[in-house]
Every structure is written in structure tokens, then in C-alpha cells.
């Protein structure tokens, strides 16, 4: 019984341990480990920020934050007793010894008086002595006066704890800068030296503001001094930065750093110059190329660099070798960088995108915003950068210095470098950050303005003609801003980083003006012709405001084609030319600029618009053609009646069947607008090519033509010119491959609805008459072979297998042939009777309040079809000697130009037309205006919202609008102009 009680005691604990740690691992699992946030400045006088924990902690009896927030050290008057590395003690000094040593292990007598920490001080001159030559700590501290005197010559150094020699331009006699001398720096200058009224201001023209930096105060008067009358390489190379961190500008103040400089330069006009490069004196930075007119395009455009560039082939060099000597700001050489990754680019890219910059032909561009915060933590001084191409060589390499362009370069108060080419000032040094110069008072103190180069950009110009790659001397312009600081932490500012290469586009630009010129030349002609034919087909001989707005609605179209034609062929030839690796061996040609692509995009607005006017023009023209359906039936049989008045029977004509001509006014209703192409695929395919299969990369901004890029690689923005080229033949084309496809093999194999619509016409026993201007149009002659249509099914079909053994006549217009389509030019006094007919359709059309209601009726509409059903049947069978016509086929010339030759004053002439031109009246016979339009359309878009997928969106809408729109007016005009019910049209 124990036993068991033992052993049941032991599983209740064993349980609650189990429990107890399933309560503590969830509660583990919950915690989510938060802690406070402290800094140093946060800290009290007697806190240490302790960065193991991240916390204040209190020090020691006796002690206080050091200056650095991190340790504490003892109170002014105390000693430090012992240190076990993390902690000291501190210990009150005696009455006797007030002083502490200046390491703070000792106390002391003074012979002066105590510093405001607690340690001895020494008048000027001498220096401070605590112990012996063996270490042992002095009772007293000692003042040694420094010999200044020839030939010891010393001074205290910087530290006050031991005399060195002084500088060697202080009087060789003393150590003292005696009158008229003047003290600068630590040297001392001859008086006649240089004037110490020097301008220590830097000015931010951005924000028209000038302050006195203690930088400039502190070294200013003394750096120029030590370079004009010592030529201290250093003191030079810290004047030349000082001027370049004033923008390199010249003002009428002489005594600025730009000016001291610019009158040193001339002083040493007469001395040798460097690496004989006569705007490189000796002793002095290079800043400038000098103040002659015109300067600027005779370094840049002048002299070739000796590389070629290759994109392929045993010679292949793409590779951009920039080299930089680097100083700091107080002129001394620090280093030879080659420029690449982020030593003149500020965005925090990865190395690899970086590098994309220095590989020729690829224009590059990056941009971020950046935290003024971190610029003041990792910029707190600024670097210079003279920047060379590296041109290589077997033996000794060879380096070519960039020009630089300072876009915020003042002359006088004028921003030069923002005006032409021949105004400009070219410089060569440059830095990216600036947080020294616009400190006021202290060189410690948070400076009020900062500098940064928010656009760092280098231009390749290509030489004109060149067959072997080479290029002018790349130009640097960089552009800087000046940011007043407010708050620190949420201020911001955008830098960007460019390569771009250029070519003189002016040769381009007289050949594609030549050609729209030229060609443009030829649409007027043709234009004129066309509106020659419209006047024939109109037979109107007057030259009116109507035939001027006719014409330049013709030439609308036309010039649409051109310029369209114009873009395509540019287009299409930078893409083979730049984007094709075996076309270009080594670079001859380069992709225009965003600037320089301005011209270019207004050509395809040009053509886009023009399009749209004969797009709708031509709408307008469909929807208001004149139709009318001749039915050729008649009845077989007559039906007897009663008369009720007399009650005898009496024999009328049965009626024909209206249901034919509904079914033939559906089936044209319905291809109103049916293309040679589909317009759904169309799209699919292209965003195909363009997004999956990666083709839109061949628009890219670089001369590779690989389909698919890397995530870890740079990408180049798209150019303009390539992108529009890429998807305008692309485009068209898919669009062409469809053509083709529907014309030969679907049309001839599957279906060909054109065609069907006349064998419809022709088993129904109905004509159309298509009049598309006044006196011209189409005639398509659909009676039957076999003199009625409306029958049963079986002697519908006995008579279609007659038609195939041939027992019956041929369905053509004249006897023993089978052409049924026509274009008709009938003569004026046909249209004037089809106009009399036609009339009442016209006024019931009209509003009821403008005309008489007795004459708008459905009794006078009807009795209007039957006249002009039964006037055309008659006119189709010569009844009328007056209005008769001819049968002939058209001349070549005449169907290349569209104009007949002939014009139909006795006879009307129809013309044999095996084409089936009557397509010209439907979205059929326009396809080539609908697939340049729609390209236009989704290339506009595209240009304008940069995605592919939007402008293919915008375009199928577009599509499925103008659609519908065609076929609500064609059907309402359909209706109108037949006497078709519209309800029976669906």
C-alpha cells in the first residue's frame, strides 16, 4: 500500500513538472523580445552608454561621462587609484598636490595656475614636465621655455609635452613670427606675401545665400599664401579644392578662393608647364582649360580618342576604363582609384548593376534618394576626384583626362555652363558630397548647408563616319544642389548617376526629312487624284469648298501613310543597325537621345492624328452608303378572293415572300464588319512576343540583343525610337502573317464570307445596289438562274443540283458567264430618277414636326419600294433605252489609280469586277487602314504609358468600341436605306 502511494506521489510530481515546463516553453515561444531604445545622448553627466546592453548605466563614486558617452572617467580634482579594465576608482587629490597629471594617475604641484580639468598649464612657449627621465612622478610640475633661437629653433608641439623644431618658414633665426611678418596656419609669410584680407564666403546661388565658412576662415588666407610664396604642393592642391567647393566660379571678388587661385595661375605664366599641358602649371592643381572662346567644342570635338570600339570580333572592347587620382581636402594625394562601383556613384546599388555603367554602348542611369542624416555620418569630409580614361598599352599606360562641366559654374554672376556650347567653361576636378564648407562658426559644429552632386553624368559622343568605333573625349557634367538643413532626419535629397552615348543625328535627320519630303510629294499628286476620281464618281465639274475639305481629307490619309511608312523604316533600321551584333562589327552608330527622339515621336503623333481623320472619314463614308435590295421574285400563281360587295370570286397576285430579302439584309448586317484578320489574336500574339518570349528587351538601351536578362544584371531604360520600331513591326507583321493566312488558306479552304454573301444573294434571287458616291458604286447581281427562290426544300435542292451539273444557265449578268460583281458608273439622269424614288425614304427619316403628316406614312414607303425595286429590276433588263448601260471590263491603269476614265453621259457602265471591290463599303476591304491605325493606336500608348500590356488593353477596347459603333450606325442606315424593319436585323 506504501508502494503504491510512493508511486503515486511521484507520477502527481512527475505531471506537474511536465505541466510546469509545457506552461514555461509557451511562454517562451509568446515572448517577443522587446527592449527599450537609448543612445548616448540620452545619458545623464554621471551615465556611461554601455554597448553590451545598450543601456545607460550609472558610473562610479566620483566620476562622469567622458566626452565620448561610452566610459566614465573621474571628476576634475580626482585621480584615477586602480582600473581592473571595465571600472576604476577615483580618489580626491591632497590640499598640497591639487593638480592631477594629464595621463590621471598622479597628483601634483603646479608652478601656475590649474586648466578647467584640473591639470597644470604652462604660459605659451613652454612646455609641461610631470616626471623624469625615468618615469618617476614629479612632486612639482615644471614650465621649460622652448629655445627659439638659432640653432636650436624649437617650438611646443601640439601636445605641450615636448619642444620640436619649428617650420621651416618662420625667420631662420627665430622660432618667432615677428611684425611686418604675418602668422597664418603655423608658417609664417613675408608681408609683401599676399594681402590678409581674403573673402572666406562660399556661395549657394541655389538658395541665394553667401555665408562665412570657418573652414575657409582657418585655411584660406593660409593655404593661398603657402602656394604663392613657398609653392607648397599640398597648400596648392587644398587651394584648388577650396575653389572647386565654390563651384569654380569667378566673381568680381579677387580675394575669394577662386580668385587667389586664378591670380596665382597668371603669376606662373611664365613657369614650365605639366605634363606639357599648358593649362596645367607647375606647382598647381589642373581646374581649368582655359578662358578662350570656343574652348569647350574644340576639346570636345576635335581630336578623336586613339581606342576604337568593338562590340564583336578578335578586336571586341567594350570595356569604359576610368582611373582617379583622389585628394583630400587639405590637398594631400591619397590614392589611385580605378572608378568604378561606388566611388562616384552615391546609390547603393550592387557592384554588379554598378559596373553596367563602364560597358560601352549601354546608357545607364540611376537614382535614389539618400538620408542627409547619412550623408553627414559617412561624408564628414569631402574627397576630390580628377578623373582620366584609361587608353591602356603594352608598355607604359596611357590616360586621357575627362572634361569637366560644372552646371552651377558662376562668371560673374551668370551660369555659364547653362547657356551654349561656345559659353562654356570647362574644369576638370570634382567632389560628391560637401559637409565642410557650410559650417559657420566652428568646423565642429552641425554645418547649415550641404553640397551634393545630385547629378553626376558622362557623354560618349561618337565621331561622324567613324568605321571604327571611336569617339571624342568623354565630357563628365556634373550638376550639384544645395540643401539647406532643417531637420536632418527626415531630409532628403535625389542624386543620379548617367552614362549616355550620342552621335550627330543631323545627317539622320536631312534623310528622314528628305524622305517625308519626297514622299510627301508623291501623296499630294496622288491625293489630287483621288479627289479628280471622287469629283467624276460625284458628277460634280465645280471646284468648291466641299472638294477642298474632300482633299485635304484624302491627304490626311495619305500623309498618315508616310509619315507612318517614314517612322516604321527609322524605326526598323536602328533595331537591325544597334541591336544587331553582326551588323555592327565596330560602332558606327548610336541610339538617339530622349532629346534628341523629340522630333521623331511628333512624326508619329502626326501620324497617328492624320490616321484618325481617314479612319474617320471612311467610318462616316460606310455608314451612310446607299442600299438597296432588288428581289427579282415574282408570283407563280394567283390565289382566289371573295368580294363582299357582290359576292364574286375574284383572282389576285399572291404576295412574295419579304423573309428572303430580311435573310439577305442579316446576312450583310452581319458582315459589316468581319476582317482578314482577328484582332483578339492579334493582341495575344504580340503581348506574346513582347512579354513572355522577352522581345520587348531588344528596345533596351544597350547593343546586346540576348531575349532574356538576368535579375542580378542592370537594365538600361527603353528607347523611344527601338521600342516603337520593335512593336510597330511586330505588329504588323503578325497582322500580315494573318492576311496571308485568312486570304490563302482559310478563305479558300474553310470559309470565305464575301463570296457567300453573292451565292446567297444569287439562291435568294436578290441584287444589291451599293451606291458609295453619287453616281458611283457596286452592283452584285444575285438573280436566280433559276426563276424563283421562294420555293419548298425540295426544288431547292433539285435546282442547286442542277446548277452543279450545269442544266441551267450561268448566274452572271450577261449570258454564258458567271461575273456577278460589278462596279456601276451610272449617269446623272439615273441618279436624279433614283433620287425622285427614293424621296419619300429620305422625309421619313425627317422629323414629324417639319413635314406633312398626310405624306408620312408607311403606304407611301412601301409604295416607294416597290418603284424602286421595280425601276432597277427594269433598268438591269434595258428596259430603258435613256438610262441604259454597258458591260465592259476596266483598264489596268485604271484599277492601279482608282479612277475611271470614262465618264457615263449617255450609257451608265458597268465594270466586271472579279475582285469583289464592293468589300470597299465594309471594315473587309479597309484592312490595311484598320491594321495601321490600330498599330498607331497601340504604339501611342505604349510610348505614352511605357507597358506594353496597357497599350494592348487600350487597344482591344478601342477595337471593340469603333465596332460596335459600326455596326449600330451601318445596321440604322442598312434599315433606313432598304426598308428593312431594324427590329428584324439581328
Known sequence: MATRTLHFVVNRCRVSVTLFLLIYIDLLDCQ??????????????????????????????????????????????????????????????????PAVTKDGFGCIRCPGSLSDEGTCQCPPGSILVERGDNGTLLDAARCEMCNGNSPALSV??????????????????????????VLGGGLCFPSDALSTSVNPSVSYAQLKLSLQSAWFVQNLYSTSAACLAFSNLT???????????????????????????????????????????????????????????????????????????????????????????????????????????GNLQLCPERATKQAAAFSFGTSYQESCELSVEKLLDTHPEPLFYDVFMDLGGEKDTKLLPLPTLVYNQQYNGRFINQENIKEWYLSRRMFLVDTLSGREKSTSYQPKVIRVASSVKIRFLLVPRTQEGQVYPPLMTVTYSDILLTDIKTQTVSTTFAVEYEMDQSEARLKEDTALGVIGGVAVLYSLLKTVSWKRRIASPLIDLGTVLKFLLFYAGDLANVFFAVTVGIGLYWLIFYKTLKAQQFVSVLLPLPDQEKQFVTYIGCAFALKAVQFLHKLIVQVSVDVFLIDWERPRSQASRTVQASGEAKRDTSPISIWRTYFVANEWNEIQTIRKMSPTFQI???????????????????????????????????????????????????????????????????????????????????????????????????????????????????????????????????????????????????????????????????????????????????????????????????????????????????????????????????????????????????????????????????????????????????????????????????????????????
Request: aromatic share 12%; proline share 4%; glycine share 6%.
Open 235 to 341: 597648400a596648392c592642391q587644398a587651394l584648388g579644392n577650396m575653389c572647386v567647393m565654390n563651384m569654380h566660379s569667378f566673381s568680381g571678388i579677387s580675394t575669394d578662393a577662386c580668385g587667389l587661385f586664378n591670380a596665382i595661375y597668371k603669376s606662373r605664366a611664365a613657369a614650365s608647364s605639366t605634363q606639357d599641358i599648358s593649362y596645367w602649371r607647375a606647382n598647381l592643381p589642373w581646374l581649368y582649360y582655359g578662358e578662350e572662346p570656343g574652348l569647350a567644342s574644340r576639346v570636345l570635338q576635335t581630336n578623336p580618342v586613339p581606342i576604337g570600339f568593338s562590340f564583336r570580333g578578335p578586336k571586341k572592347n567594350i570595356d569604359i576604363k576610368l582611373r582617379a587620382a583622389v585628394y583630400n581636402v587639405r590637398g594631400e594625394f591619397i590614392r589611385w582609384e580605378l572608378v568604378g562601383g
Open 684 to 986: 495575344m500574339a504580340v503581348l506574346f512576343f513582347l512579354e513572355v518570349l522577352g522581345f520587348s528587351n531588344l528596345a533596351l538601351r544597350d547593343p546586346w540583343s540576348s531575349l532574356q536578362r538576368s535579375s542580378q544584371a542592370y537594365t538600361p531604360s527603353y528607347s523611344l525610337t527601338l521600342r516603337y520600331g520593335l512593336a510597330a513591326t511586330l505588329w504588323l507583321c503578325i497582322g500580315l502573317l494573318q492576311v496571308i493566312f485568312f486570304t490563302v488558306f482559310y478563305e479558300r479552304f474553310v470559309e470565305d464570307k464575301i463570296r457567300q454573301f453573292v451565292d446567297l444573294c444569287s439562291i435568294s434571287n436578290i441584287s444589291v445596289l451599293l451606291l458609295s458616291h453619287r453616281c458611283f458604286g457596286y452592283y452584285i447581281h444575285g438573280r436566280s438562274v433559276h426563276g424563283h427562290a421562294d420555293t419548298n426544300m425540295e426544288e431547292m435542292n433539285n435546282n442547286l443540283k442542277r446548277e452543279g451539273a450545269s442544266l441551267c444557265g450561268q448566274r452572271g449578268l450577261l449570258p454564258n458567264t458567271d461575273v456577278q460583281t460589278f462596279q456601276v458608273s451610272i449617269t446623272n439622269r439615273l441618279r436624279l430618277q433614283y433620287d425622285r424614288i427614293h424621296e419619300p425614304f429620305k422625309r421619313g427619316n425627317t422629323p414629324s414636326r417639319l413635314t406633312d403628316a398626310s405624306t408620312v406614312n408607311g403606304v407611301d414607303k412601301i409604295k416607294a419600294y416597290y418603284t424602286m425595286n421595280h425601276f432597277l429590276g427594269s433598268i438591269i433588263d434595258h428596259a430603258y433605252p435613256d438610262m441604259d448601260y454597258i458591260v465592259k471590263d476596266k483598264l489596268m491603269l485604271e484599277r492601279v489609280i482608282g479612277m475611271e476614265f470614262l465618264e457615263p453621259t449617255e450609257k451608265s457602265i458597268f465594270y466586271n469586277d472579279e475582285p469583289h471591290s464592293f468589300s470597299d463599303v465594309l471594315f473587309y476591304g479597309n484592312e490595311a487602314t484598320l491594321l495601321i491605325f490600330d498599330t498607331l493606336f497601340f504604339c501611342v500608348v505604349d510610348l505614352g504609358s511605357q507597358s506594353f500590356v496597357l497599350a494592348a488593353v487600350l487597344t482591344y477596347i478601342q477595337q471593340m468600341i469603333f465596332c460596335l459603333i459600326r455596326d449600330v450606325l451601318g445596321r440604322k442606315n442598312l434599315a433606313r436605306k432598304t426598308m428593312v424593319d431594324e427590329r428584324f436585323l439581328i
Open 156 to 181: 611646443p608641439n601640439s601636445s605641450g609635452n615636448r619642444c620640436e623644431r619649428c617650420q621651416a618658414s618662420f625667420i631662420a633665426t627665430s622660432c618667432e613670427c615677428n611684425p611686418p611678418n
Open 32 to 97: 517577443q523580445f522587446i527592449i527599450p531604445y537609448k543612445s548616448p545622448s540620452d545619458c545623464g553627466v554621471e551615465e556611461l552608454f554601455d554597448i553590451s546592453s545598450l543601456l545607460c548605466v550609472s558610473c562610479g563614486p566620483d566620476q562622469r561621462r567622458s566626452t565620448t558617452g561610452l566610459s566614465c572617467i573621474c571628476k576634475t580634482g580626482y585621480q584615477t587609484l586602480t582600473t581592473d579594465k571595465t571600472s576604476i576608482t577615483c580618489q580626491l587629490c591632497p590640499a598640497d598636490k
